[in-house]
Each structure stands twice: as structure tokens, then as C-alpha cells.
């Protein structure tokens, strides 16, 4: 990233630029791949997605989901999680929390399963069983021909970050929210 920014809105600025890039264009950024933690019950539960898509003016993040996994079950009932990432080379974690939407039809759902059944990605909504479903043997069942109705957008609507950078000169905390940035004590 070169030199540490100093000032809280670059270092926004530069969060919210580097979760693009991990969305758009930078298919190995650490970033794409982070960690939601939803609730279950009384307890977190925890798995990695993909971010697909960042909305920077409305503060939006984006990642697929089949619509019968547990976490949509548990967004539907606890619609708030938090998404955390770390990148080895900033030295960057961030903790997003979030509000977590549902969008399993509709025009923009259909817009996005369209680019997404012409990709090897499709295969992981076309399975006639719901994800987590006890099988007998590892090999894939035979596709579904109704998994665009599996096919699911979840949008996290970031709420607060909490960004945390590890650097040998001093470790920096910092939260990003619509009411304005704040240094925190790591």
C-alpha cells in the first residue's frame, strides 16, 4: 500500500477501495473471501463466502448464497452479522457489522443468476439438496433443473467498521460509521 495513511477519511477511503478491488478486480485479494458470522439460537455460527459485489456510496456488500443454507434461515430470523477479513499484506483486519437482507427473486437476483449459470460457480446452486444435508458419498448429485429458485443475493448493509492495523511502528484501531469515524485504542 506504500506509505501508512494518517488521516481516518484516507484510511476509509482506502478500506473502502481495496473492498472493491477484492469484489472486481483482484480475484486473490485476502478480502474476497471473508468470514460472515450470523446466530443461531444462542450462538454464533461462523463459515467464509465470496464477496461478489461492493456498493461504496450506499455502504453495501454483496455475496450468493443457495437459499436453503442454515445462514439464510438464521439472517431471516437474527438479520444481523458481522463480516470479518484480514489481509497479511496491509496488515489490515476489518470487522463490518452488518444488516443482512434477503433477496431470493426479483429482477436483480435474475440479472445476477444469469451471469452466474454460465460459470463454474453455477454448480453450487444446482444440487438437489439443500447445503449441509447428510449424503452417502461425496460424488454430486445430478443437477436440479429448478436451482435458480436455490439461487440467492444476501446484501449486507455495513452498519459500522472496526478496522485494525498491525504494524511493527504501532497498531492503529479505528471505526467507520454514517455518524463519522473515530480512533479507537487497539
Not at 77 to 106: D, K
Not at 135 to 152: C, G, K, T, Y
Request: hydrophobic share 45%; charged share 20%.
Amino acid at each position: 500500500m506504500g506509505e501508512r495513511l494518517a488521516a481516518l477519511n484516507a484510511i476509509e477511503a482506502a478500506v473502502w477501495q481495496q473492498l472493491s478491488a477484492a469484489a472486481t478486480t483482484d480475484r486473490k485479494h485476502p478480502w474476497r473471501t471473508p468470514v460472515l458470522a450470523t446466530i443461531e439460537g444462542d450462538a454464533a455460527d461462523a463459515r467464509s463466502v465470496i464477496l461478489r459485489e461492493v456498493n461504496v456510496t450506499e455502504r453495501r456488500l454483496r455475496v450468493f448464497s443457495d437459499a436453503r443454507a442454515a445462514k439464510v434461515a438464521q439472517l431471516q430470523s437474527h438479520p444481523t452479522g458481522t463480516l470479518v477479513m484480514w489481509s497479511p499484506p496491509l496488515g489490515w483486519q476489518l470487522r463490518c457489522r452488518v444488516h443482512l437482507t434477503l433477496e431470493p427473486s426479483g429482477l436483480a437476483t435474475t440479472s445476477r443468476w444469469a451471469r452466474v449459470k454460465l460459470s463454474p460457480a453455477a454448480q453450487d446452486y444446482l444440487s438437489p439438496l439443500a447445503p449441509g444435508a447428510t449424503i452417502a458419498s461425496p460424488e454430486r448429485p445430478l443437477p436440479d433443473a429448478a436451482a435458480r429458485e436455490h439461487f440467492a443475493v444476501i446484501t449486507a448493509q455495513v452498519l459500522a467498521i472496526d478496522w485494525l492495523e498491525l504494524h511493527p511502528e504501532g497498531h492503529r484501531r479505528a471505526r467507520f460509521a454514517a455518524t463519522g469515524a473515530t480512533w479507537l485504542q487497539p
